[in-house]
Every structure is written in structure tokens, then in C-alpha cells.
């Protein structure tokens, strides 16, 4: 599998770097603070930072984290490549190892589609991107695996044909999906679709 930092850890890491000129103290200084509240949790001492220094809850929890050293693979990139395939393991751990063969062909072929393509897995789905997130493969249940697609931009037929996921009316990438069983494989269709969806995100 081909690995890419989820965009979310590079958001992170910019905010962290403009915390001095967000908040006036340095990452130093809010280390300093969060030592001399004494919380070892990050979402206690994320509270108290939030209630004593009226910052935002997502500048408190980042700054928590940062000063206890935890959840560092959401805001350091190493910390992240080194957690993403334990992310991957735990999705398809026990009633869903059945489904890790084909979620990897799947991912296997679109990665075939074009060197751009890396993958940035979650905590419940692997996203798929090019530019943006074209795709994404999920242990829906312990016996289906959904094929998001991301389709926004496409005006063609067949559509009909697939799962719509409710994403274009909520403004989401993925708007339709297919469902597979282990035993189904990677179907045609799969392989269509994904090629749509790798080419509209050009």
C-alpha cells in the first residue's frame, strides 16, 4: 500500500506552527502551562485550557496533545506513516480479516491507475487520493466491504446503478458507492468506476 499523509495531519502541523501569533505564547510557554495544571489527560488539561485561557476546543486539545506528547499521529507526520498500518490491521481485524484480501486488490488497482495515487488510511475507512479523494474502501459490516466514489463532477449514465451515498446534497467527495461481498471480488464494474472517479480528479 501506498502511503500519503492524511491532509488533516498538515492541517494540524499549520496550526500548531501559528499558535505564537494565534494566541501570543509559544508552544514552549503552553507546554509550560499545561505541566503546571497537572492534568496528565489530554482532554482534562484540554478543558482547563479552554475554561482558564478562553482558547477554542480545538486549539485546546491541539495544544494539550502537543504538550503531553499524545495522539501525535494526527499532527506529526512521521508519527502518522508509522501508526497508518495499525489503522489498517485494526479495520480488518477478527470477523473482518475476510475482507482484507479484496479491500487490498481494490486498492492494489487503483493504485495501478497513476503514481498520484497514495493512500491516507482512518480509523474506519482507507481514502484514496489523487489530488483530492477520489475514492475510499470500508469494512462496511462484517460481511460487506462499500467502494466509495467520488462522482460530483461527472454527467455521464449509470450512475443509477449505484449506491448514492447522500454526499452531494451534504457536499461530501463521496457520492455513491458500490457493495461487495468477499466473495464477489473486483468486479468490472469496481474497476470502471474507480477509473471515472481517478480521471475526474484531475
Not at 492541517?11 to 496528565?40: F, P
Not at 485561557?53 to 501525535?72: C, D, E, R
Request: net charge negative.
Amino acid at each position: 500500500m501506498r502511503l500519503r499523509v492524511h491532509p488533516t495531519v498538515n492541517h494540524l502541523r499549520a496550526m500548531l506552527g501559528s499558535t505564537e501569533k494565534r494566541t501570543g505564547k509559544s508552544l514552549h510557554d503552553w507546554a509550560s502551562i499545561v505541566q503546571e495544571l497537572g492534568e496528565r489527560d489530554v482532554n482534562a488539561a484540554a478543558a482547563k485550557l479552554k475554561a482558564e485561557y478562553g482558547l477554542g476546543k480545538p486549539t485546546a486539545w491541539m495544544l494539550a496533545s502537543h504538550a503531553l506528547k499524545a495522539n501525535m499521529e494526527d499532527y506529526d507526520e512521521a508519527a502518522y506513516l508509522a501508526k497508518a498500518p495499525h489503522l489498517v490491521d485494526a479495520q480488518f481485524d477478527d470477523k473482518r480479516a475476510h475482507l482484507r484480501p479484496l479491500a487490498e486488490t481494490i486498492i492494489g488497482f487503483a493504485e495501478g491507475l497513476g503514481e498520484d495515487v497514495a493512500s491516507s488510511p482512518c480509523k474506519t475507512y482507507i481514502p484514496l487520493y489523487r489530488q483530492r479523494v477520489f475514492a475510499q474502501v470500508k469494512a462496511a459490516t462484517q460481511k460487506r466491504l462499500d467502494v466509495g466514489l467520488a462522482l460530483g463532477g461527472y454527467s455521464g449514465d449509470g450512475q443509477d446503478a449505484l449506491k448514492d451515498t447522500g454526499g452531494a446534497k451534504k457536499g461530501d467527495r463521496i457520492t455513491h458507492a458500490i457493495c461487495l461481498s468477499a466473495e464477489d471480488g473486483i468486479t468490472e464494474d469496481v474497476k470502471h468506476w474507480l477509473q471515472i472517479a481517478y480521471e475526474l480528479d484531475e
